[in-house]
């Protein structure tokens, strides 16, 4: 409505739902990332205000460091949106208990299996509850390139984002809860609508 231009706007969408380990879900498949932007978003800007295709990114299972090339040879990202899911993941960087705060801030853009929580919440939210057909494997920007952003925009909105909210910002640091990582970022923010912000019984 603006006429804001974006032609040199990047976007680098975070993670993509794959048949495999190799291999994106369809574009029409309804869980997947690519299709939504499509829909929902870059469908929706003027053709003579919205980025060129080159210029929205997805990880890519195939050549997975190509994304983290591409950001770190532009500075990073300066501005990183998202949302925390039930296990406090970030995209899709699931816990890894196993790993120090600092090992688990050095992961990159990888693929990976995802965890039977993340599915049964997402089976909820996006298909009924219809666990068996979620997909297993995801391919997921790493935390490096979320800390790596100027700046970090999460937004919740669910009943159950109550008790993340709180170990998200006041919880420890730990490699057992990823969102606990932006604790040490320098412009890090949730924002909360009335549903995640009612107090829990």
């Not at 080159?54 to 500075?75: C, H, V, W, Y």
């Not at 009924?128 to 937004?155: F, H, W």
């Not at 969102?179 to 040490?184: C, F, I, M, P």
């Amino acid at each position: 409505q603006q006429k804001v231009s974006l032609k040199d706007v990047w976007f680098f969408n975070m993670d993509e739902y794959l048949e495999d380990e190799n291999t994106w879900v369809e574009a029409e498949h309804m869980l997947s990332f690519r299709g939504f932007m499509a829909k929902n978003v870059y469908s929706r800007i003027d053709p003579e205000l919205v980025m060129p295709e080159n210029q929205r990114i997805f990880p890519d299972p195939k050549a997975p460091q190509a994304l983290t090339e591409l950001l770190e040879s532009m500075g990073g990202a300066d501005l990183c949106i998202g949302g925390i899911g039930i296990n406090g993941h970030l995209a899709f960087n699931e816990a890894q208990s196993e790993l120090s705060v600092e090992e688990f801030a050095a992961l990159t853009t990888r693929v990976l299996k995802i965890s039977p929580e993340t599915r049964t919440a997402n089976a909820i939210g996006d298909l009924g509850g219809a666990i068996e057909d979620m997909p297993v494997y995801a391919v997921t920007i790493g935390i490096n390139e979320i800390l790596s952003s100027k700046r970090i925009r999460l937004g919740v909105f669910r009943p159950w984002h109550r008790a993340v909210v709180r170990r998200a910002a006041c919880g420890q640091v730990s490699a057992d809860f990823p969102v606990s990582l932006t604790q040490l970022h320098t412009d890090a923010a949730i924002l909360v609508n009335d549903v995640a912000a009612e107090k829990a019984i």
